[in-house]
Nanobody, 123 residues
Framework: QVQLVESGGGLVQPGGSLRLSCSAS????????IAWFRQAPGAERDWVSC????????YYIDSVKGRFTISRDNAKNMVYLQMDSLEPEDTAVYYC????????????????WGHGTQVTVSS
C-alpha cells in the first residue's frame, strides 16, 4: 500500500524552527520528484518546495527562500523540510507529495499525497 505520512508539525513562535518529516512506504522515493505543499485557511494549496531526483535540483517559492530547506534520505525513504525563521504567514497545513515528474509537481499535481500536518506560527 502506497503511503506518505507527515510528522513534525506543531505550534511555534515567530522566529522559531520546525522540521517536518515525511515517511514513504509502498514505493521508493529514489526516482520521484518530491515536494512540500501548504494550504492556509481559506486559500488554495500551493507548492512550497520541490526536489528533482534527476539532478538534485531544489526549488522554493520566493517567500521561503533562505528560510526553508528540502532534503531527502533515499536510503530511509524519507523527505524533510527544515523551516527556520518562521513567520505567522507560514501557518498552514503542510503536505508531502511525490510524482514521477517534477514538472507536474511544480504545476501543483502529484500522484501521491500525504494527509498533512498542521504548522501554526503564533506568539
Amino acid at each position: 500500500q502506497v503511503q506518505l505520512v507527515e510528522s513534525g508539525g506543531g505550534l511555534v513562535q515567530p522566529g522559531g524552527s520546525l522540521r517536518l518529516s515525511c515517511s514513504a512506504s509502498g514505493f521508493s522515493l529514489r526516482h520521484f520528484a518530491i515536494a512540500w505543499f501548504r494550504q492556509a485557511p481559506g486559500a488554495e494549496r500551493d507548492w512550497v518546495s520541490c526536489s528533482d531526483p534527476s539532478d538534485g535540483s531544489t526549488y522554493y517559492i520566493d517567500s521561503v527562500k533562505g528560510r526553508f530547506t528540502i532534503s531527502r534520505d533515499n536510503a530511509k525513504n524519507m523527505v524533510y523540510l527544515q523551516m527556520d525563521s518562521l513567520e505567522p504567514e507560514d501557518t498552514a497545513v503542510y503536505y508531502c507529495a511525490a510524482d514521477a515528474s517534477s514538472g507536474r509537481v511544480l504545476l501543483g499535481f502529484a500522484e501521491y499525497w500525504g494527509h498533512g500536518t498542521q504548522v501554526t506560527v503564533s506568539s
